[in-house]
Structure formats: C-alpha cells, structure tokens
C-alpha cells in the first residue's frame, strides 16, 4: 500500500523522521511510562491501509477534536467539562472499540502516581476507584495527564498518535513509527500548523 503523497508535509521536508519524533517520544515516555505494556485503544489493524482509515475515520473525526478540547478543559481544572467528553468519543465507536479505549485510559490513570496537587487527575482516580465498572477514554486519560505536565497541545496530541501506532506495531522500526505518525497527522489537515523542527 503507497503512503499518501503528502506534499509539503513533514515527510518530505524531514527524510531524517526518526531525529524530529524523538520529543514526542520522550514526551510519551512521560506522560505514559506505561507505554510499552498499555493494550490497543482504538486502532485494531494490522495493515498500513488500515492505518490510514483509522488516520481519516477514528483521528480525524472524533480523537483529534476530543484531543484537542479535553487539553484544554484539564489545564483549566474544567474535569465535569473533561468527563462529558467520553460520551462525544463513545457515541462514534464500536462497541468493541469503546470497551478497548475504556479499559487503557483507566489502565493508566490507575497504575500511576498522581502528581502532588494535580486535582483533575485525583478528581478522574477517585472516580475510578470508587466504581469499578466505570472506564475513562484513553484519549481523555492521556490528555489529563499531559495538561498535569504542561505539554502544549501539538506535543500533546503527536505523542499520543505515537501511542497509538506503538501499540499497534511494536516491532516497526522508528522510521516506520514516524512514517504512520506523519500519515495520521497529514489526515487529520495539521501538517500546516506544526512545525517539528521547533519541537
């Protein structure tokens, strides 16, 4: 399957992908140290063509709005505003895919350590444990924990795709993971607003 022809886009003014990706990375490895263990979310394929559907029907459409707005609601301690989003995320997922996003964002939000002072994050953990039937959207989970951080949304938002793609495709090499990581980007129309050089 060819990789869409990005014009002007990060693939083709940065061949050297795998250097320009390394502050998401680290970013990733902060806000989620549990990265590498962490279950699929909502990418289920096996293939780059379903990668690239997952980039234009899943990213696009639903996780990069969310992404977006629920970075903002948790730097602003708005966590009622951060919790009405899961139902915007559940109603444009299969039920299989809600379950899989549920259980890695409670994953995370209960396996680590809550930073000193961080009332969002305590405020979505008490939640958690005081029902545990109760899920929270790894998107939502992740955002959280990169406002407790005070990463800006572009690093926010590309280490999260990272997230996505790592689980997915474990044993690609980084240049590969940069590659998936630019098709998602160039879907959701942010190549424009994104300046990896400046990362």
């Known amino acids: 399957m060819m990789i869409p022809n990005i014009s002007g886009s990060y693939m083709k003014k940065a061949p050297n992908s795998t250097f320009l990706f390394m502050p998401y990375f680290d970013a990733l490895r902060l806000a989620n140290p549990l990265y590498d263990t962490l279950s699929r979310a909502t990418f289920h394929g096996t293939t780059e063509q ?9 990213f696009r ?11 903002r609601f948790a730097a602003l301690g ?10 915007q995320i559940s109603r444009h997922l299969s039920a299989s895919t809600q379950r899989t996003s549920l259980a890695s964002g409670r994953h995370l939000l209960l396996s680590l350590t809550v930073p000193r002072g961080e009332r969002v994050l ?3 953990v008490r939640g958690l444990q005081a029902d545990p039937s109760q899920g929270c959207h790894l998107a939502l989970a992740y955002a959280a924990r990169c406002a407790a951080f005070h990463f800006a949304p572009p690093l926010c938002i590309t280490s999260y795709v990272y997230q996505e793609a790592w689980t997915a495709f474990p044993s690609s090499p980084d240049s590969k ?13 942010w190549e424009s607003q994104v300046d990896f050089r400046a990362a």
């Open 177 to 189: 993971l940069s590659e998936y990581i630019a098709i998602a980007l160039y879907e959701a129309k």
């Open 122 to 124: 305590e405020k979505l």
């Open 61 to 71: 459409k639903i996780l990069y709005p969310v992404l977006q707005q629920s970075i």
């Open 78 to 87: 708005q966590t009622e505003e951060l919790k009405n989003l899961e139902g």
């Open 50 to 58: 379903a990668w690239i559907l997952w980039s234009r029907n899943i």
